[in-house]
């Protein structure tokens, strides 16, 4: 057992090169330095698979090693999915340049302040199921959220499989949405009904999942991509909920080409607060009646001379995206 006992100057050695490391782990110059260091490879291109706290994971196909690396201290932003110049480097490289983004999504920090998550991203699968209960303005809020960047929604109706009360007010969802010119796909994550429509959705795309707790997000990420092996039940994302400085946005490659980023992080996008010039414009068939109320300031409630109003009575806004719409913009007050 002696030779296995080790002096206290030993200890003392490795207590300093322990501390050593942490203090290089958060060192926002190790960058620099290992780009100084002149022992890393050449500039090439790469994409950013996960961001930690001060380093990112890159990768340059589907099938290679992420490889960890520093960021250089110019960078503000680095974010999953991010284009990035990178330089290889043993154990780790180093990130020099981010490329221009498409799209971002954000999602508030712990003092509100809207921070990226992801990047360019260019599907959104926003899914709802008869059980839990769905609700009409939590899709548009999702909705409203993408108004004017470059993504495309998909409404995705899961659980078609499940016996429930619920399920005439899920197919009158996905009626509305499809009249409105949104792609509606019914799936089952349980009968695989509809999977194989869904990855061919998704084929060739930056997709993420979004929707409430318990609809079936991780067990549909699951059933088109094996690798994430994401937990299912309601259990896993409740003790993440809130929690933002562990969000991890992780990149995974779809088997049928493109690419899916999940987080709980951004699961949650698009329920926070939203602009009240924002919200009218985010119902598209709102759009041709704009303009046209009798007063500029009209509230699309009671007042006289209501363009909206007026739609709604003629049939060509329904009911349920007019509550909808009021809905929303009532919670503004209560944000
Ligand atoms: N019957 C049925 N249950 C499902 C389906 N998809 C998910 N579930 C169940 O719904 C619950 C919540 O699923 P989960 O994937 O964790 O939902 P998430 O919170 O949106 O990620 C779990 O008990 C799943 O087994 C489905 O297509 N049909
Ligand atoms: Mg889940
Ligand atoms: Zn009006």
């Not at 990035?84 to 302040?113: F, H, M, N």
């Not at 400085?245 to 951004?266: M, V, Y």
Request: hydrophobic share 35%.
């Amino acid at each position: 057992m002696a030779k296995f006992k080790i002096t206290d100057q030993q200890q003392r050695r490795i207590r300093r090169k322990q501390s050593n490391s942490i203090v290089n782990a958060h060192n926002p110059h190790r960058g620099e330095k290992l780009l100084q260091s002149g022992e890393l490879g050449p500039e090439q291109t790469g994409l950013v698979s996960t961001r930690y706290s001060n380093q990112v994971d890159v990768v340059t196909s589907p099938t290679s090693t992420p490889q960890r690396c520093y960021l250089r201290s110019n960078l503000d932003s680095v974010v999953t999915g991010d284009d990035v110049i990178w330089c290889p480097g043993e154990p780790y490289g180093v990130v020099c340049a981010v490329l221009p983004r498409k799209t971002q999504l954000e999602r508030p920090d712990s003092r509100g302040k809207p921070r990226p998550v992801a990047a360019n991203i260019d599907r959104i699968v926003i899914v709802i199921a008869s059980e839990p209960r769905p609700h009409a303005s939590l899709i548009d809020r999702y909705l409203i959220a993408i108004e004017h960047r470059d993504i495309q929604p998909i409404l995705l109706l899961n659980k078609v499989d499940l016996p429930s009360d619920n399920k005439l007010l899920a197919n009158n969802l996905a009626k509305v949405y499809r009249e409105l010119g949104y792609q509606v796909i019914e799936v089952s994550a349980r009968s695989c009904q509809g999977i194989d429509q869904l990855k061919m959705a998704l084929q060739e795309h930056r997709s993420v999942f979004v929707g409430q707790s318990g609809v079936g997000k991780s067990s549909l990420i699951n059933a088109i991509c094996p690798a994430a092996e994401t937990p299912v039940g309601s259990l896993s994302e409740a003790h993440t909920k809130g929690r933002h400085t562990t969000t991890t946005a992780t990149l995974f490659f779809l088997p049928e080409g493109g690419q899916l980023i999940d987080s709980p992080g951004i699961r949650e996008f698009g329920l926070t607060h939203l602009e009240e010039q924002d919200i009218v414009g985010g119902f598209t068939e709102f759009k041709p009646y704009l303009g046209h109320c009798k007063f500029r300031d009209c509230s699309h409630q009671n007042d006289p001379g209501c363009a909206l109003q007026k739609a709604l009575q003629a049939g060509k806004i329904s009911p349920q995206r007019m509550q909808s719409y009021l809905l929303i913009k009532q919670s503004l007050s209560n944000d």
